[in-house]
């Protein structure tokens, strides 16, 4: 009998982390698989714990005796609860150190980065020409260890050169939709991301959409399905062909279109008019002020982070949604935050188009 394939997975109980565990769930050769997963809360264990081919742990990422056992215990570790978690990626590492001296083989650690790997300090007020691309080994090793997220992605990225592991670093764009499916049924899974409905949260309070600078500055989209398929289609990819790439070569951007800031804080302002909640559907520039109050005086939404995903189309992903389907899912979050529907056979709500931006 041959034994099962052993994941551990972080993140479960997560927006994206809950996503991809679902599809998982759902994939042709989930008999042979089994999932554990971490989680905090006891009640939330015994509902995962219900599932086939599930078992959770209760405990934290900071325990790292019990994260460095799971991992040293798991073929396959899907990390997706923090991107910046340094010794929660130490402590996977240590236990794939141990698996490896035990067995002889590398384990695959799949780690969640993020586009924030990217930015600049536009401040909204320009689109870089700049576009990194996740085929493209000499650009990516070339961003500095400074980036966001880039510190923990190094350290996983020299486990591989050393040879107990192999590593691909996912890097999600500005993930967007209502999160469907088993864990969300079964309440689970956090059902929502964290950019958008904070901005509209945030437009809400002020009675007007808002952007940083003019808006000007482009960010990569994906929707939240989607991208659980490109963790899917990598782990397809790993196990049918060995020269899947990994380490320096194992970066996979999760991104499907683009779009400017602007046009996303307008597409909030309009729907921001379309349930009476402001007269006005053009973005206001934040003020210094406002900024220091919502997000701890960061300028992060004035930034670019253009990406493509050429490595990822090549192993197989196939996304189909884009920019306006981003832009057409700002009013149904908005509908969800405030638990009204609007009348979707006014055309004008939806009369806005995604940014033609020219790739330089």
């Not at 007020?125 to 980036?147: F, G, H, K, R």
């Not at 009675?207 to 991208?227: F, I, Q, S």
């Not at 935050?337 to 055309?347: E, I, T």
């Amino acid at each position: 009998m041959t034994s099962k394939t052993q994941f551990f997975l972080t993140g479960a109980t997560g927006y994206i982390g809950g996503a991809v565990l679902a599809r998982f769930l759902k994939h042709p050769n989930v008999a042979s698989f089994h999932f554990t997963v971490l989680v905090r809360n006891t009640e939330k264990a015994a509902k995962f714990n219900a599932i086939a081919g599930v078992t959770a742990v209760v405990g934290s990422l900071n325990d790292v005796p019990l994260v460095t056992k799971l991992a040293s215990e798991a073929d396959v570790v899907v990390a997706i609860a923090d991107s910046d978690d340094f010794g929660a990626a130490q402590a996977i590492l240590a236990g794939f150190k141990q698996r490896h001296a035990a067995t002889g083989v590398a384990p695959s650690f799949i780690q969640t980065s993020g586009a924030a790997l990217f930015i600049d300090d536009a401040k909204g007020m320009y689109a870089t020409p700049t576009i990194y691309d996740d085929s493209d080994v000499d650009q990516i090793a070339a961003l500095p260890p400074t980036q966001l997220h880039r510190d923990v992605d190094l350290a996983i990225s020299a486990a591989d050169a050393e040879g107990y592991a192999k590593t691909y670093i996912l890097v999600p764009s500005m993930v967007y939709g209502i999160a469907t499916g088993l864990l969300v049924d079964k309440g689970i899974q956090n059902r929502h991301s964290q950019v958008l409905p904070g901005l509209i949260k945030i437009s809400l309070g002020r009675g007007r959409a808002g952007m940083v600078g003019e808006g000007k500055n482009l960010w990569p989209n994906v929707e939240v399905h989607e991208l659980a398929d490109l963790y899917v289609a990598l782990y397809d990819a790993i196990t049918s062909n060995p020269a899947t790439g990994h380490g320096t070569n194992g970066y996979y951007f999760g991104e499907n279109g683009e779009h400017s800031f602007y046009d996303l804080s307008k597409a909030v302002g309009e729907s921001l008019v379309a349930l009476g909640k402001s007269d006005n559907p053009e973005p206001k520039t934040f003020s210094q002020e406002e900024l220091d109050q919502f997000f701890g005086g960061s300028a992060i939404l004035g930034t670019n982070a253009r990406c493509r995903a050429s490595h990822s189309l090549s192993i197989g992903w196939k996304p189909t949604k884009g920019t306006k389907d981003l832009l057409a899912s700002v009013i149904v979050e908005m509908e969800a935050l405030l638990g009204k529907a609007v009348d979707r056979s006014d055309s004008r709500v939806f009369q806005i188009e995604p940014p033609k931006v020219q790739d330089a």
